[in-house]
């Protein structure tokens, strides 16, 4: 079955640094877009970061641009989100996301998400 599993997360100060991991296992994860969200208690969840299945292009929300980095290895599965200069309100659950439009269907997975605070 398709799973998703992140790690990575933690307490850690501000000003540090975060990797984030997520191993993906059940579909062909090289035809699909992977992005990291996050949703804070009481936001709405909002997109960070992705990495297209095709072509390697990555987009990030304005607040995390130049400060995260989002990778990916097809050959392991894996996408990675390397999280730098984090600041308080980067505080949030992170969640793996796996996307794909086919045949006009649209598919993602979602991983069980992994805490991240950022706090002195």
């Known amino acids: 079955q398709v799973q998703l599993v992140e790690s990575g997360g933690g307490l850690v100060q501000p000003g540090g640094s975060l990797r984030l991991s997520c191993v993906a296992s059940?579909?062909?994860?090289?035809?699909?877009?992977m992005s990291w969200y996050r949703q804070a208690p009481g936001k709405e969840r909002e997109l960070v970061a992705v990495?297209?299945?095709?072509?390697?292009?990555?987009n990030y929300v304005d607040s995390a641009k130049g400060r995260f980095t989002i990778s990916r290895d097809n050959d392991k599965n894996t996408v990675y989100l390397q999280m730098n200069s984090l600041k308080p309100e980067d505080t949030a659950v992170y969640y793996c996301?796996?996307?794909?439009?086919?045949?006009?269907?649209?598919?993602?997975?979602w991983g069980q998400g992994t805490q991240v605070t950022v706090s002195s």
């Open positions: 059940g579909f062909t994860f090289s035809w699909y877009a």
């Open positions: 990495f297209s299945a095709a072509g390697g292009t990555t």
């Open positions: 996301n796996a996307h794909r439009t086919a045949n006009k269907r649209t598919i993602d997975y």
